[in-house]
């Protein structure tokens, strides 16, 4: 893509990240929606959620790891069980990440 | 209004603003996601820089986007000279969740003029998400829950960017290997911890983790929209299994 291509793209990017954002926000009037469906998505943020976490945690360019010896995966049951016993955000993020390099600098996994 | 006069008015406002409690709260909270946030826009950004785009346009795309997990999606896409309705259309699969998060902050926003809540939405991440519907499961009457928003979002805004073109500009003097990008998965790893609250939840969570696994080899992120209509099935299935759970919230 050339510079102005570039541009155009990110624009339309912009445009179309605001506009899921505003979704909800630009009617005045709450839109008419099904009972079910609002029941449905209640679970639509912690999906979406998961769904951007799983798979940087057991893929490895695109396949499932093969192997238990993967320091992102006791990494992050690490931060898991932090989070289980403190509940503290920044704790999770520290002790994971801590776990993660540990294992992937001193024992090479 | 002339232009000095509204500088002056938008100054006083945002200073007013700042010294509110429920801004404060919020910015507290959001203090400790910096790390997490901080790590990832590091990484955004060195990929941002070794797309080739130029620093110029990809700090201009970081500014207006503000969206990490689509400018990385979009990324090899540039790269590859891809059309634009492709990068478009994989935009818009990554950004699907952000129509969730509108969903479920409407009724603590929809008393704002409408330019206010669309300013709002631009700030809308899964960090600021997570901590407000942590932080308010349910509405509080009386309190100005778009202050606390705001205090979290801003914090958030500015480690982002900072980050973001921080890697832009550092670039290649990152390598790859201090993996820094997990200390952001970390992030979405705790995030996703507080939104468990029931054992409904969990299963939520499982069901659209294995789906996004599954379905990964899917092309323009269409494994985010698989997941989430996985999970939002189920919800619907276990709202229609117990009724009297569902009429709890309204």
């Known amino acids: ?109 | 209004m002339s232009l000095r006069s509204r500088l002056a008015w938008l100054r006083a406002e945002a200073l007013a603003i700042s010294r509110r409690p429920a801004f404060r709260e919020g910015a507290r909270d959001g203090v400790p996601m910096a790390i997490g946030i901080a790590a990832w826009g590091l990484v955004a950004g060195v990929a941002m820089a070794k797309s080739g785009m130029g620093v110029a346009l990809a700090i201009f795309m970081s500014l207006l986007v503000y969206a990490g997990s689509a400018q990385i999606a979009a990324l090899p896409l540039i790269t590859a000279g891809a059309p634009m309705w492709v990068v478009w259309a994989t935009t818009l699969c990554v950004s699907l969740r952000f129509m969730a998060f509108s969903f479920h902050y409407r009724p603590y926003f929809a008393h704002l003029p409408r330019r206010q809540r669309i300013a709002l939405s631009f700030l809308m991440g899964d960090t600021n998400f997570a901590l407000f519907i942590r932080r308010f499961p349910q509405l509080v009457p009386g309190y100005r829950h778009e202050d606390y928003f705001l205090g979290s979002a801003v914090v958030t805004f500015g480690v982002w960017q900072l980050a973001i073109i921080t890697g832009i500009v550092a670039g290649h003097g990152i390598p790859a290997s201090w993996s820094l990008g997990f200390a952001g998965t970390m992030a979405l790893l705790a995030l996703t911890c507080t939104q468990l609250r029931s054992p409904s939840t969990w299963v939520a969570a499982v069901v659209a983790a294995c789906a996004a696994v599954a379905a990964y080899a899917l092309p323009m992120k269409l494994n985010i929209v698989v997941a989430i209509a996985a999970a939002v099935a189920f919800g619907v299935l276990a709202g229609r299994a117990r009724p009297d759970r569902a009429e709890v919230k309204k």
């Open chain 1, 1 to 109: 893509m050339n510079p102005l291509e570039i541009f155009l793209t990110a624009l339309g990017m912009a445009l179309i990240t605001l506009l899921c954002r505003a979704f909800f926000m630009l009617p005045e009037q709450d839109l008419p929606m099904p009972q079910w469906l609002r029941e449905g998505l209640r679970y639509a943020p912690i999906a979406a959620l998961a769904a951007v976490v799983a798979p940087e945690l057991v893929l490895t360019q695109g396949h499932l790891v093969d192997t238990w010896r993967d320091a992102r995966i006791f990494g992050a049951l690490a931060g898991l069980t932090f989070y289980a016993w403190k509940h503290s955000l920044f704790g999770t993020i520290v002790c994971g990440t801590g776990v993660m390099l540990a294992l992937r600098f001193g024992v090479g996994w």
